[in-house]
């Protein structure tokens, strides 16, 4: 399996990014697919879930700015991130979770000027 993040890059404080993950390879019907983050200094932590049923997590932080989304038909996820904070820059990382393992994307730089 293969994860390919896209959607990253510099905004200002209070902007929008929106990121898409495109997933690849033998994908079993309805992963959990989820979106962590990585600041400088500090582990990696969860931002949002989504199951294969559609249920959503999120981290209170995010909550009400940030929507978790997900095509079963083309094995992808999206996360729209609106009303980002400099507290928001990090390394988005894509998460697919299945039978057969966990698999993470590459991940994606967003930074957020204030």
């Known amino acids: 399996v293969q994860l390919v993040e896209s959607g990253g890059g510099l905004v200002q404080a209070g902007g929008s990014l929106r990121l898409s993950c495109a997933a690849s390879g033998t994908i079993f019907s309805f992963p959990t697919m989820a979106w962590y983050r990585q600041a400088p200094g500090k582990q990696r932590a969860l931002v949002a879930r989504i199951r294969g049923g559609g249920t959503t997590t999120y981290v209170d932080s995010v909550k009400g700015r940030f929507t978790v989304s997900r095509d079963n038909a083309k094995n992808t996820v999206s996360l729209q991130m609106n009303s980002l904070q400099p507290e928001d820059t990090a390394v988005y990382y894509c998460?697919?979770?299945?039978?057969?393992?966990?698999?993470w994307g590459q991940g994606t730089q967003v930074t957020v000027s204030s």
């Open positions: 998460y697919l979770e299945q039978l057969d393992g966990v698999y």
